[in-house]
């Protein structure tokens, strides 16, 4: 049997990058996935490759963050785990950063999971059965790079949540766990170090080159360490928000 054998999985932010390693996966490991996307024709794709159930969804609608849950639990009667995997990585600092540009920010990276997070949550409680959330975090939570302002204000949040949702969930069995990724070879990157950075077509060998491992992180690794923390293999740990990087945070040269 697969680690999510038997499991409804809901991973928002499905449809490219990080979130699309996790659906291969959790449908490698036995379970039913639904995901969203904002981009029909990358979801759909992605759906006739997996055969998973894909929700067109712009999560930057609170509204539409919540629906993601009620159409999973629509087509399969519940929800047992949840990743909140999109992201929004637009650069901005705290001298440049709009309203606008910190409000899509918040809309994203931590209003969206929250109301995802509350709908899963309430379908698990209603049913006083076990689940588990992810959060897909980001390691600039610890600080960042003053070009990650509101991003970092965003991701931070999501850490602070995920501690508070699952100290006030422990007792309904539902665990919820962070996973703090650093940077992380997907197309969203490549499109954000062109766009932002000037990078030209070799700066993912070069990028590579300058990290201790020899590589940046790989989303099929991520994917199959959100998949263990999804499933019972896991055990109790809850509360948990991992460092997934080759950065030593607090080490010093």
């Given at each position: 049997?697969?680690?999510?054998?038997?499991?409804?999985?809901?991973?928002?932010?499905?449809?490219?990058?990080?979130?699309?390693?996790?659906?291969?996966?959790?449908?490698?490991?036995?379970?039913?996935?639904?995901?969203?996307?904002?981009?029909?024709?990358i979801g759909e794709k992605l759906a006739a490759d997996t055969g998973a159930r894909f929700v067109r969804a712009?999560?930057?609608?609170?509204?539409?963050?919540?629906?993601?849950?009620?159409?999973a639990v629509d087509a399969y009667g519940r929800v047992d785990c949840l990743v909140n995997a999109a992201g929004?990585?637009?650069?901005?600092?705290?001298?440049?950063?709009?309203?606008?540009?910190?409000?899509?920010?918040i809309a994203i990276n931590l209003r969206a999971p929250f109301f995802a997070m509350q709908a899963a949550v309430?379908?698990?409680?209603?049913?006083?059965?076990?689940?588990?959330?992810?959060?897909?975090?980001?390691?600039?939570?610890?600080?960042?790079?003053?070009?990650?302002?509101?991003?970092?204000?965003?991701?931070?949040?999501?850490?602070?949540?995920?501690?508070?949702?699952?100290?006030?969930?422990?007792?309904?069995?539902?665990?919820?766990?962070?996973?703090?990724?650093?940077?992380?070879?997907?197309?969203?990157?490549?499109?954000?170090?062109?766009?932002?950075?000037?990078?030209?077509?070799?700066?993912?060998?070069?990028?590579?080159?300058?990290?201790?491992?020899?590589?940046?992180?790989?989303?099929?690794?991520?994917?199959?360490?959100?998949?263990?923390?999804?499933?019972?293999?896991?055990?109790?740990?809850?509360?948990?928000?991992?460092?997934?990087?080759?950065?030593?945070?607090?080490?010093?040269?």
């Amino acid at each position: 049997m697969g680690l999510l054998e038997d499991k409804v999985v809901l991973v928002n932010g499905g449809s490219q990058g990080v979130g699309a390693g996790i659906v291969q996966a959790a449908v490698r490991e036995g379970a039913t996935v639904v995901f969203t996307g904002r981009r029909a024709e990358i979801g759909e794709k992605l759906a006739a490759d997996t055969g998973a159930r894909f929700v067109r969804a712009d999560l930057s609608d609170a509204a539409q963050a919540r629906d993601s849950v009620v159409q999973a639990v629509d087509a399969y009667g519940r929800v047992d785990c949840l990743v909140n995997a999109a992201g929004l990585t637009s650069r901005g600092s705290l001298l440049d950063t709009t309203p606008e540009l910190f409000d899509a920010h918040i809309a994203i990276n931590l209003r969206a999971p929250f109301f995802a997070m509350q709908a899963a949550v309430a379908d698990m409680v209603a049913r006083k059965a076990p689940g588990t959330v992810v959060n897909v975090i980001s390691s600039a939570e610890h600080g960042g790079q003053p070009f990650l302002a509101p991003y970092v204000a965003a991701k931070a949040g999501l850490a602070g949540l995920t501690r508070n949702a699952a100290h006030a969930h422990r007792w309904d069995r539902v665990r919820i766990n962070g996973l703090n990724i650093g940077w992380t070879d997907t197309e969203g990157e490549d499109a954000t170090q062109r766009a932002f950075h000037g990078a030209g077509d070799d700066w993912l060998e070069q990028a590579a080159a300058s990290q201790p491992m020899g590589k940046l992180g790989q989303v099929d690794e991520i994917a199959d360490f959100v998949v263990f923390l999804l499933s019972d293999r896991s055990g109790v740990v809850t509360g948990s928000v991992i460092d997934w990087d080759q950065i030593v945070f607090g080490g010093l040269d």
